[in-house]
């Protein structure tokens, strides 16, 4: 069995933002030399997400419309996690999205559908945060 | 190490639907002979889901309903992504749902709780879709 | 390639509760003498979760009163399922929350962020209930 594993760094310009990783995603896959396995990639900060779905920029509007409903980030008083941080909602946004995607691995490609990208989701961002790739196999 | 891929397709009647996929899978996990590993189980398509859940048809009426409420399919105009589409709704439940679930394969078998099934979740149905499932181990 | 499963038991005191697994998980990383692969945790439960957050009791505090205004557990007679059961909402606060985590191992260790902590967040409590831990690497 072979395994791999990189962080990816992002510093996002605004608090919320998604970013297509596929690329680097892809990349560390070549780089893994693994033909057939499972890839893991996850975020390593508990208010950002890694999850798939579409690179079209009026669902990305939609998506953040949505979680800015389901989980408002103002008032930052309605939240008691909110006493030396303001970032209650990202948690919450994060857990809708996600932590982690598992990707199969065939043929020493993502074994993705036609339309599945990657995305890192930032709800806390403008700061340096981490993003984990671990690939198993052979 | 052992891998083992299969696409399972579903056309469903309607728009949303849940459907039973653990006899298939478990199927997939006889032919892969594989003892001990992880199996993943995930949709390609950013319109459905892959789930754990109940398979109860009370339960299922009331996740309808519950996603409904949060992500509403109608009015259309209401979503961005819905100028050339109209399944912006499709891409938050299944969002809500999940994409994927890993499972472990313990002796041969699923290694499931006692109420655990597994779920395709569609949301924008009514034409050809698939599922991945994929498994890792020996 | 090495393999590993082991059974965690929980009863809570409550019907809502969030217990911080960590210590229990890393302990079976290293009775497994894994170094490198994929740790999975999930709850074997349909109404418990298995999520990845943050260790602080304001967050929790939040999150109850989030997941309650998501799915509301009262009135009972809301939701279908509730014939002979009372809990379809803690279907639905587990399905927002999750019901698995994937790791990554590394060097012996779960390749975490640093303030990734695992719980188990039981919503239909006061009974016993099990999380399965399943590890596979070398």
Redesign the interface.
């Given at each position: 069995?072979k395994?791999y594993?990189k962080e990816l760094w992002f510093e996002t310009k605004n608090r919320r933002e998604f970013i297509n990783i596929t690329p680097q995603v892809e990349k560390c896959l070549t780089e893994s030399g693994i033909k057939?396995?499972?890839l893991?990639c996850?975020?390593?900060?508990?208010t950002a997400s890694v999850?798939?779905?579409?690179d079209?920029p009026?669902?990305h509007?939609?998506?953040e419309k949505?979680l800015e409903k389901?989980?408002p980030e103002k008032p930052y008083e309605q939240?008691?996690?909110?006493?030396y941080e303001d970032n209650?909602d990202a948690?919450?946004k994060r857990?809708?999205?996600?932590?982690?995607?598992?990707?199969?691995v065939?043929g020493g490609r993502l074994?993705?559908?036609?339309?599945?990208q990657i995305f890192y989701g930032e709800f806390d961002g403008m700061r340096r945060k981490?993003v984990?790739v671990?690939i198993?196999?052979?």
């Open positions: 069995m395994s594993r057939e396995g499972l893991l996850n975020a390593m900060h508990i999850f798939i779905n579409d079209e009026g669902l509007h939609d998506l949505w389901l989980a939240y008691r996690h909110n006493g209650a948690h919450m857990t809708v999205m996600g932590r982690e995607v598992v990707v199969a065939t074994d993705s559908g036609p339309w599945e981490r984990l671990k198993i196999g052979e």
